[in-house]
């Protein structure tokens, strides 16, 4: 068997000053000039205050974000009774929405949920930073997220799948939660092989000593939950025989559509043991790890995650699927109810999250049937630039994913959310780096991502 080792050729080139900012408090100190002025008209001044954390908050979710707000203050305000500043529960908010009163003495926060508490106490810390001083505006404030799932990875953790889970150090300092936090991240993904850390009673080889990579993917969520940030492992699943020799060894009887000229075969939803190990994948992953808040799959393309993922040809070539009468939109559809259908019986409340990545290969007609035939209670997360158009030096140029100097949306985007019919639309957006440069790893264009943002 061919064996391969990965090199993370960025692994000693990052400066080390990086993580050491990354890794410092969040409030080292105030602004420069920090209440240089006096409280204008319709402000009123933030000066020895009193903090009532009244919110209910049985789990301790809120300890980081009250400790946060007492480590602010700490810094420009004495103790005292002059000014309350309080969190309480309102109830029928929707989720991270909140409320805040201002009055003469006091700050009240409102929500319904802990992270509508949150993301109040964060607004008042930048407000004041936005004032320049201890000031808040005497009134009412409701804000509410237009954005409800805001989810990015860590730069510095391995990109090799498991990688991160398989050693012992830790890459999520809490004071780097802190800034993702503040930031407005309320969700973090990670690439992962379930075959390797995910028991399966239909495939008794996969998972065999995953414990440990368990535990720590349990306490990472556990962690990241304190600072109001979901974990979602992402991956390509349920996984086709590429780099995974077992399936074709031992259970060829759940394989379906070939690709790469045939070198690799896919798990087939219309046999038995394919359909019954796409649901159990799922099933499994969030028994054993409930602490989750949902999964990220590439359903098309890539290593390939079922007969309706394979990139080529248009029309299903999968016999079992043919024979049930299956079209290569319904394959994937059924994949992902699968998937969708065992992660909801062990945790009602997660999230199964279809990305389909390499539906740039597909005819407008696929992927309008797609949206179709597909349940709508599951999100479908395209790439936002995928298939647009960009004029750069005076040549027009189709734009693909990871494409930052074009806003979006691309046509790909742009079609699904046009036929989505009531399903949630996720949006895969680039903001760091380019493969239109790929040499470098940070391109600093806040007026390009402020265009992606309120396309």
Same mark, same amino acid.
């Given at each position: 068997?061919?064996?391969?080792?990965?090199?993370? &050729?960025?692994?000693?080139?990052?400066?080390?000053?990086?993580?050491?900012?990354?890794?410092?408090?969040?409030?080292?100190?105030?602004?420069? *000039?920090?209440?240089?002025?006096? %409280?204008?008209?319709?402000?009123?001044?933030?000066?020895?205050?009193?903090?009532?954390?009244?919110?209910?908050?049985?789990?301790?979710?809120?300890?980081?974000?009250?400790?946060?707000?007492?480590?602010?203050?700490?810094?420009?305000?004495?103790?005292? *009774?002059?000014?309350?500043?309080?969190?309480?529960?309102?109830?029928?908010?929707?989720?991270?929405?909140?409320?805040?009163?201002?009055?003469?003495?006091?700050?009240?926060?409102?929500?319904?949920?802990?992270?509508?508490?949150?993301?109040?106490?964060?607004?008042?810390?930048?407000?004041?930073?936005?004032?320049?001083?201890?000031?808040?505006?005497?009134?009412? %404030?409701? +804000?509410? $997220?237009?954005?409800?799932?805001?989810?990015?990875? /860590?730069?510095?953790?391995?990109?090799?799948? /498991?990688?991160?889970?398989?050693?012992?150090?830790?890459?999520?300092?809490?004071?780097?939660?802190?800034?993702?936090?503040?930031?407005?991240? /309320?969700?973090?993904?990670? &690439?992962?092989?379930?075959?390797?850390?995910?028991?399966?009673?239909?495939?008794?080889?996969?998972?065999?000593?995953?414990?440990?990579?368990?535990?720590?993917?349990?306490?990472?969520?556990?962690?990241?939950?304190?600072?109001?940030?979901?974990?979602?492992?992402?991956?390509?699943?349920?996984?086709?025989?590429?780099?995974?020799?077992?399936?074709?060894?031992?259970?060829?009887?759940?394989?379906?559509?070939?690709?790469?000229?045939?070198?690799?075969?896919?798990?087939?939803?219309?046999?038995?043991?394919?359909?019954?190990?796409?649901?159990?994948?799922?099933?499994?992953?969030?028994?054993?790890?409930?602490?989750?808040?949902?999964?990220?799959?590439?359903?098309?393309?890539?290593?390939?995650?079922?007969?309706?993922?394979?990139?080529?040809?248009?029309?299903?070539?999968? $016999? *079992?699927?043919?024979?049930?009468?299956?079209?290569?939109?319904?394959?994937?559809?059924?994949?992902?109810?699968?998937?969708?259908?065992?992660?909801?019986?062990?945790?009602?409340?997660?999230?199964?999250?279809?990305?389909?990545?390499?539906?740039?290969?597909?005819?407008?007609?696929?992927?309008?049937?797609?949206?179709?035939? +597909?349940?709508?209670?599951? $999100?479908?997360?395209?790439?936002?630039?995928?298939?647009?158009?960009?004029?750069?030096?005076?040549?027009? +140029?189709?734009?693909?994913?990871?494409?930052?100097?074009?806003?979006?949306?691309?046509?790909?985007?742009?079609? /699904?959310?046009?036929?989505?019919?009531?399903?949630? %639309?996720?949006?895969?957006?680039?903001?760091?780096?380019?493969?239109?440069?790929?040499? %470098?790893?940070?391109?600093?264009?806040?007026?390009?991502?402020?265009?992606?943002?309120?396309?």
């Amino acid at each position: 068997m061919k064996q391969y080792s990965v090199e993370d &050729f960025f692994a000693d080139k990052q400066p080390e000053r990086s993580f050491q900012e990354l890794d410092a408090p969040l409030y080292g100190s105030l602004p420069q *000039n920090w209440n240089q002025r006096s %409280v204008a008209k319709g402000e009123v001044e933030v000066l020895k205050v009193k903090t009532e954390f009244a919110f209910p908050d049985e789990q301790g979710l809120l300890e980081t974000a009250s400790n946060d707000l007492v480590d602010f203050l700490s810094l420009h305000s004495t103790a005292g *009774n002059c000014f309350t500043i309080r969190t309480a529960f309102k109830p029928a908010m929707q989720w991270e929405e909140h409320e805040i009163v201002v009055d003469e003495t006091s700050c009240t926060i409102m929500a319904s949920d802990t992270e509508g508490i949150r993301r109040g106490i964060y607004y008042i810390e930048d407000e004041m930073i936005r004032r320049g001083g201890a000031f808040l505006p005497v009134g009412t %404030v409701k +804000r509410c $997220p237009h954005i409800k799932k805001r989810i990015t990875r /860590n730069f510095f953790t391995p990109h090799e799948a /498991n990688r991160e889970l398989k050693d012992d150090k830790d890459y999520y300092s809490e004071n780097y939660l802190a800034r993702l936090s503040h930031d407005g991240v /309320n969700g973090l993904w990670l &690439f992962v092989r379930l075959r390797e850390f995910v028991p399966s009673d239909i495939i008794p080889e996969y998972g065999i000593g995953g414990e440990k990579q368990l535990q720590k993917l349990r306490k990472l969520a556990q962690k990241c939950a304190r600072y109001g940030i979901g974990i979602y492992p992402l991956g390509v699943e349920p996984a086709s025989t590429y780099s995974n020799g077992i399936l074709r060894e031992k259970h060829r009887d759940m394989l379906g559509a070939e690709f790469w000229n045939g070198t690799q075969q896919a798990i087939c939803p219309s046999t038995e043991k394919g359909s019954a190990y796409a649901e159990e994948c799922m099933f499994k992953l969030f028994s054993l790890v409930p602490e989750l808040s949902g999964f990220i799959s590439i359903t098309t393309g890539e290593a390939v995650a079922g007969c309706g993922g394979v990139g080529t040809p248009d029309e299903i070539d999968c $016999p *079992n699927c043919k024979e049930a009468g299956l079209s290569k939109a319904m394959a994937l559809a059924k994949t992902e109810q699968l998937m969708y259908n065992g992660l909801k019986k062990a945790k009602p409340d997660g999230e199964f999250i279809s990305w389909t990545y390499g539906a740039r290969s597909w005819t407008d007609e696929m992927m309008i049937e797609h949206c179709r035939v +597909r349940d709508k209670n599951i $999100p479908l997360m395209n790439n936002f630039e995928d298939k647009g158009t960009c004029v750069q030096l005076g040549k027009e +140029r189709t734009t693909l994913d990871y494409w930052l100097s074009f806003p979006g949306p691309g046509h790909l985007f742009t079609l /699904n959310a046009e036929h989505s019919d009531g399903a949630p %639309v996720y949006a895969k957006i680039q903001v760091c780096c380019s493969h239109e440069l790929a040499t %470098v790893p940070y391109v600093p264009v806040p007026g390009i991502l402020y265009d992606k943002y309120a396309a």
